[in-house]
Every structure is written in structure tokens, then in C-alpha cells.
Antibody, heavy 122, light 107 residues
């Protein structure tokens, strides 16, 4: 069965770029029809959808983060990645990768990674 | 952005209780709503999508209803493993947004 696993540094300095990778196992990221997403959760708070990438490379980013976010895909490694530039303490959060699917016009996120805590601190 | 509110934000209930959580959207979202369950230290788990469609493998004691701006998640008979935080999410328009959550605790 398909599984997702986030990886990357747990500590990033202010003003630097946060970089995370999500490895998809048990299935091909290129199989199509899925929207590979990043979602974050500030400590003790709610969930914020960051954006997605389709296997073809098309993307959509949350406007609140759009100027700082890049999501990319590496089909040869079955991975997709998140880069968030110019980070501040407000970007400290648990970052999840998730698989977006749909039934007809109805979207949902049916598979999530375990999440990785990224702390922004000097 | 479409704003979602949830009520209550916290509820205390006993095993066997019927529990209802409400999610309201700031504008109509048809049936483009999902519900998730999150336990401490874990990722959210999809329970329901399209407002009322039960995700495969989710117990039938969970049900969802509503359309437009008001939605409910009902747990017909609360089980020990159901104590968690529940979030609604709208998928009608970008950016997809989540409600603030409802924590269900043991009475």
C-alpha cells in the first residue's frame, strides 16, 4: 500500500530556506490522478494547506505563502519536495505531506505522512 | 478565503454517547467538505468526504450530513478510540481551508 514519509532538517535558521522531501513508497507518483500536497500545523494549532503539485508538474500554492513557496516533483526518485524561503519563527510547525484524491468533483486527502517538526530558530 | 467555524470547540462526553459536531462555512460550498480525525502526535485521518461519504475502513458509527454552509459530523455511539480532535475542511475553492477543530474529551 502507498505510504508517505517526510524528511529534512528539523532546525532552520531565520531568513534561510526550509527544504523538505516526501518519499512515496508502494506506488508510483506518476500514476496520475493525484495531487501531492503539503500541509502544516503550527504547535497546538489548526491545519494550513500550503499547496500541491500534480505529477505533470502543475502546481497551486496558498496565496498566503505563494511568494515564498516552491513545490517540485522528482518522478525518478518517486519524491516531491517543499521549499519555503525567508523563514521566520512563524513558520515553526509540523509539516505533513499528503495525497490528494478525488471522487468525481469531490476532493479529499486520504493519505498522510507522519509529519515532521521544523523549528525556525537561530 | 472561505472561513470555517466549528462548534463546540471542546466537548466532554462518555463512552456510548451520541456526539454531534457542527461546521459552518462563510459562504456556500455545496457538498465540498471533508472531516478528519486527529489524535495527539499523529497525522489527521480522513473520515468523510463529499460531506456524507464514509471513507473506506471508517466505522459506520461516523456519519456526515449537510450542504451549503452548514454541516454536521455525528458519532452515533462514542468509543474509547474516538477521543480525538476533529477538523472539517472545505474543498470548494482555493485555497482549501480547515476549521479550527473540535476536541472530544472523556467525561
Amino acid at each position: 500500500q502507498v505510504q508517505l514519509q517526510e524528511s529534512g532538517p528539523g532546525l532552520v535558521k531565520p531568513s534561510q530556506t526550509l527544504s523538505l522531501t516526501c518519499t512515496v513508497s508502494g506506488g508510483s507518483i506518476s500514476s496520475g490522478g493525484y495531487y501531492w500536497s503539503w500541509i502544516r500545523q503550527h504547535p497546538g494549532k489548526g491545519l494550513e494547506w500550503i499547496g500541491y503539485i500534480y505529477y505533470s508538474g502543475s502546481t497551486y500554492y496558498n496565496p498566503s505563502l505563494k511568494s515564498r513557496v516552491t513545490i517540485s516533483v522528482d518522478t525518478s526518485k518517486n519524491q516531491f519536495s517543499l521549499k519555503l524561503s525567508s523563514v521566520t519563527a512563524a513558520d515553526t510547525a509540523v509539516y505533513y505531506c499528503a495525497k490528494g484524491d478525488s471522487y468525481g468533483p469531490y476532493w479529499y486527502f486520504d493519505l498522510w505522512g507522519r509529519g515532521t517538526l521544523v523549528t525556525v530558530s537561530s | 478565503d472561505i472561513q470555517l467555524t466549528q462548534s463546540p470547540s471542546f466537548l466532554s462526553a462518555s463512552v456510548g454517547d451520541r456526539v454531534t459536531i457542527t461546521c459552518r462555512a462563510s459562504q456556500g460550498i455545496s457538498s465540498y467538505l471533508a472531516w478528519y480525525q486527529q489524535k495527539p502526535g499523529k497525522a489527521p485521518k480522513l473520515l468523510i468526504y463529499a460531506a456524507s461519504t464514509l471513507q473506506s475502513g471508517v466505522p459506520s458509527r461516523f456519519s456526515g450530513s449537510g450542504s451549503g454552509t452548514e454541516f454536521t459530523l455525528t458519532i452515533s455511539s462514542l468509543q474509547p478510540e474516538d477521543f480525538a480532535t476533529y477538523y472539517c475542511q472545505q474543498l470548494n475553492s482555493y485555497p482549501f481551508t480547515f476549521g479550527p477543530g473540535t476536541k472530544v474529551d472523556i467525561k
